[in-house]
T-cell receptor, first 111, second 117 residues
């Protein structure tokens, strides 16, 4: 049973465009929703995270939008750059439990 | 600070061979994890540890063993390698103050690419 569903699997965006990646979760007890960024040959690294007491969190060009009633959250990358080309993973956890990851989205930003 | 260090970076094993993937962290984190990453499948948790001497199974533990004798080290053992264990393995660590504290950032190593032939 996949507890965190991520879409799309892959995404191509032109430089300067907006990249949007979506995730849906099933467990209403989840209370921590991070996004990880992974470059080829590297380990994932935390990009931005949100807790369910807010509906949006912004850090630079990266924004998480959170919809508790729909059990969905999304990552928006504004003014996408070629350097943003990477694989992005959403994840969720409850309390001090381990993270459950989505299957990942390969983002390619074309110059 | 080195963070999370994994060795080796690459390894080719023959079916039935054994090996240990090494992981060490220098951040004094209490939680450590082993994940495997297969194309299009995300990160699946193999084993994790909440502190020295304490380990627990994750989603895909079969064919693997772990131990945690120190805070710093969390090796992953493959006893009888099978082609299904061909994957990229990531070790990670995080700090949690206690059962009442929420999950915090997990720091990942660079990964070990393992091929079983």
């Amino acid at each position: 049973q996949q507890q965190v569903k991520q879409s799309p699997q892959s995404l191509i965006v032109q430089k300067g465009g907006i990249s949007i990646i979506n995730c849906a979760y099933e467990n209403t007890a989840f209370d921590y929703f991070p996004w990880y960024q992974q470059f080829p040959g590297k380990g994932p690294a935390l990009l931005i995270a949100i807790r369910p007491d807010v509906s949006e969190k912004k850090e630079g060009r990266f924004t998480i939008s959170f919809n508790k009633s729909a059990k969905q959250f999304s990552l928006h990358i504004m003014d996408s750059q070629p350097g943003d080309s990477a694989t992005y993973f959403c994840a969720a956890s409850r309390g001090y439990s381990t993270l459950t990851f989505g299957k990942g989205t390969m983002l390619l930003v074309s110059p | 600070n080195a963070g999370v260090t994994q060795t080796p970076k690459f390894r080719i094993l023959k079916i039935g061979q054994s090996m240990t993937l090494q992981c060490t962290q220098d951040m004094n984190h209490n939680y450590m994890y082993w994940y495997r990453q297969d194309p299009g499948m995300g990160l699946k948790l193999i084993y994790y540890s909440v502190g020295a001497g304490i380990t627990d199974k994750g989603e895909v533990p079969n064919g693997y063993n772990v131990s945690r004798s120190t805070t710093e080290d969390f090796p992953l053992r493959l006893e009888l390698a099978a082609p299904s264990q061909t994957s990229v393995y990531f070790c990670a660590s995080s700090i949690t103050q206690g059962s009442w504290q929420p999950t915090t950032e997990a720091f990942f190593g660079q990964g070990t690419r393992l091929t079983v032939v």
